[in-house]
């Protein structure tokens, strides 16, 4: 009776939420695009079997999203948004974008759902697992996600992936981490998902590659504690050792194309810009390093960003792609007062917006009640971390003292992700002096989402008698 009462609360905050997400926003297959959307289109229209599909100036599963999404009849914009340069339009549908949209609207939500089924199903507390339901759902359906959908960009294909991949990861790691269940054909096809989803997900957004790193060293470590035999309840070697080269392997091939694609060169002239150009002693620094400066560079150091100038000085360009990434690198290694100060001014950043900039909403149908209850799910303020840090600290010591092997794999988990995300927001403020906001987005989602995901874990293993 417990049972089916629970699963008819569930249904019924589904279908409310639903109807929510369905209704309160711009209707799904209306879209906005950006100036970015016709670089997505040309890339999409590369050959998948040629090399240049993976270095184009374009992420190759956004590439891969707009080739088998678009119609026989091609993609027309007809809706152009750029914040910078104060233009807007009303999101509307677009000849054959509409497809991208409703692709984007309908991964989400189906996204959305998946991990609030399987965050429920982890729990053992009926109450728990309603209010994890409306947690997730809440979060997944506010504003600050659900607006993406509309907009043609890169973020909102990031993050349906992403939280794919959370969902899989939710229910894999129990799985591998736990001796007593035996590998499955269950567990099988988790290990399959979750690796197509992961490489998905990486080559959707650059600077998603770092959380492999992270990962990758939770491994190392897993196959040092194997070795001196501290502990018994992890995968054998070879599938740790596997897990290990196949990840890395994944890293390494996304550096490469990264570097052989060049699309990290404009970002990098931004850094020159607004972080060298005005600083004789790094201007020196960067010249030590054989960067040449020259009078054609030096005109143009009044640039707001985005300079196509830059591409035209051919030494620069030769320079840049031979030793560019580098040699920042080993500036922000030489400058560690500098670095540390521009990361947590970048977070602080990162944190102030929580809505996409590219259209204005609807109020009418996006209501300021459902506004305030975004701003609630989404706060504006840097102490998210370190309200997730606290979670998962707490989450793990709960974990470690009841002995409960599925949740201790979960903290691991929840810790490589929380590292992890760190990771990805140093990358990202350093990697671009503009649009902090934007590039930052695929790890300040994350964090505010363990803001609300981490406490039913953490109230169901209380509930759990020792």
Known sequence: MTKLWVVIAIVAV????????????????????????????????????????????????????????????????????SPAEDIYQAPAIQPGLERVAIAQGLLSISAWLLLAVVVARRLANPGLQILAVLLVLGFGFSPAIAEWDSVLLSEPVSLFFFVILLAISIELMPRLLTRSQRPNSWTSTFLVL?????????????????????????????????????????????ALVFASLGLTLLFLVHNFTLQQSGRWINPFFNNILHNVLPFPDRVAFFESK??????????????????????????LMAWTTAHGTSTYV?????????????????????????????????????TPAIQYVGDLF????????????IETAVYGWLALRKGQKGSISLFLMFSALFFGEILMLFISIHGDALGIVRHTMGSVMPLRLSVWLLPPFILDLVSITS
């Open 14 to 81: 589904v279908v409310f939420l639903l109807f929510v997400r369905l209704t309160a926003y711009e209707p799904i297959g209306v879209s906005i695009s950006t100036y970015d959307t016709n670089a997505f289109i040309a890339a999409g229209r590369i050959s998948f079997l040629s090399p240049e599909f993976f270095t184009s100036d374009r992420p190759a599963t956004i590439g891969l999203f707009y080739k088998l999404l678009e119609p026989g009849t091609g993609y027309r914009i007809t809706a152009l948004s």
């Open 194 to 238: 979750w690796s197509i989803v992961s490489v998905l997900w990486v080559f959707a957004r650059d600077t998603n590659a770092y959380l492999l790193l992270i990962v990758i060293a939770g491994l190392i470590a897993f196959l040092i504690m194997q070795w001196r035999r501290k502990i018994t309840s992890l995968p054998n070697t070879q």
């Open 290 to 315: 054989g960067m040449p400066i020259t009078d054609e560079v030096w005109a143009l150091r009044n640039s707001p960003g985005n300079e196509d100038g830059f591409f035209q000085i051919r030494e």
């Open 330 to 366: 080993r500036f922000l290694l030489a400058y560690p007062g500098w670095t540390l100060a521009k990361f947590f001014s970048g977070v602080e950043v990162a944190f102030s917006e929580n809505r996409q900039p590219f259209f204005f909403p609807n109020e009418d149908r996006t």
């Open 378 to 389: 989404h706060p504006r303020s840097s102490s998210v971390i370190w309200v997730v840090l």
